[in-house]
């Protein structure tokens, strides 16, 4: 399509500029418009941007070019509609140059430099530690790894990361139930299923037995302090995870640079608050620390609870 929309535009500049328009005023490619539907056509033309120069109505200028693009390869129709040329493509023809480009060098077809000296960043996948894949986090991947492959065809240097929910307080609440009614075998033969069914458990057994909340709420404290038990827990956690993630992903064929989840942020908090501090922006509200937002019409940003543990923010 690329290749046929040079050809147009070397055509109808090339005419333009026999009729008077100054060549440093033509950029007919950066002009292709999308037809709002596609029984018009697949490329669209304004012909408005020359008025002022040929002293014609655009419908005019459409109807005096329709007859050029008619002869370029690739085009199979030309409609003239108001003052836009609509574009027929020839799909079989496209598809020819297409194949015989391929056929030439298979390689520089899957190739170009539109984005050469770029570095972009592709966050996706990002599922929770302890919990299953799901379909969610199956849409995420395949297009995040389309969206990966496409910029490095396109010559770009491309950063794939993987942004995993690996802390929060249900990790708390995840080394409680598993202290409680955790099982090694079980975990061994299926480490995210009995992750999630301790999970579920821990919340069946808090709906009577309320003071695992405080036993989570102190876990995580633990946690977030870097206490060498619950930390050799959280670790074995999230690797049984990743294992099982790898195994989908190695059968997707998608791989990431970084596995920047959460947890990787958990040793900056102190200098977020600090920084927040200083500023004047934190504030208490029921003994945890805020970041009032009413002059903006929202509620308060909450960034550390009243037990000193952090949150998402």
């Given amino acids: 399509m690329h290749d046929l929309k040079l050809r147009i535009a070397d055509i109808v500049s090339r005419h333009l500029v026999t009729r008077g328009v100054p060549e440093a005023d033509i950029d007919i490619l ?6 709002e539907k596609e029984s018009f056509g697949d490329l669209s033309l304004p012909c408005f941007p020359f008025a002022r120069y040929l002293k014609l109505a655009p419908p005019a200028i459409a109807t005096e070019l329709a007859p050029l693009l008619n002869q ?10 108001g003052g836009y040329l609509n574009v027929h493509v020839d799909k079989f023809e496209l598809f020819r140059a297409m194949w015989e480009r391929y ?3 298979p390689e520089a077809f899957f190739h170009r430099d539109t984005l050469r000296d770029r570095t972009m960043t592709v966050e996706f996948s990002s599922p929770n530690i302890a919990k299953p894949f799901s379909i969610g986090h199956l849409r995420s991947t395949v297009i995040g ?6 910029m490095k065809s396109s010559g770009a240097r491309v950063i794939a990361i993987n942004h995993l929910g690996d802390w929060g307080t249900q990790f708390g609440k995840l080394i409680v139930a598993f202290n409680r009614w955790g099982d090694e075998s079980a975990l061994a033969a299926g480490a995210v299923d009995h992750l999630l069914e301790l999970y579920v458990r821990f919340h069946d057994e808090a709906e009577t037995s309320p003071e695992l909340e405080d036993e989570a709420r102190n876990a995580f404290r633990k946690l977030e302090a ?22 989908v992903y190695d059968r997707l064929n998608v791989s990431f640079d970084h596995y920047l989840g959460e947890a990787f942020y958990r040793d900056q908090l102190d200098g977020v608050l600090d920084r927040l501090t200083k500023t004047g922006l934190l504030t208490e509200s029921q003994n945890a620390m805020v970041v009032n937002l009413d002059d903006h019409d929202m509620p308060p940003c909450l960034i550390q609870k009243s037990d000193g543990a952090s949150l998402y923010a």
């Fill in 30 to 35: 950066s002009l292709f418009k999308r037809p």
């Fill in 72 to 81: 370029v390869p690739g085009v199979s129709q030309v409609d003239v509609v």
């Fill in 103 to 105: 056929q030439a060098s």
């Fill in 145 to 150: 790894n389309f969206l990966q492959n496409l």
């Fill in 226 to 247: 870097g206490n060498q038990t619950e930390t050799a827990l959280w670790e074995h956690f999230r690797q049984l995870s990743l294992d099982e993630f790898n195994r």
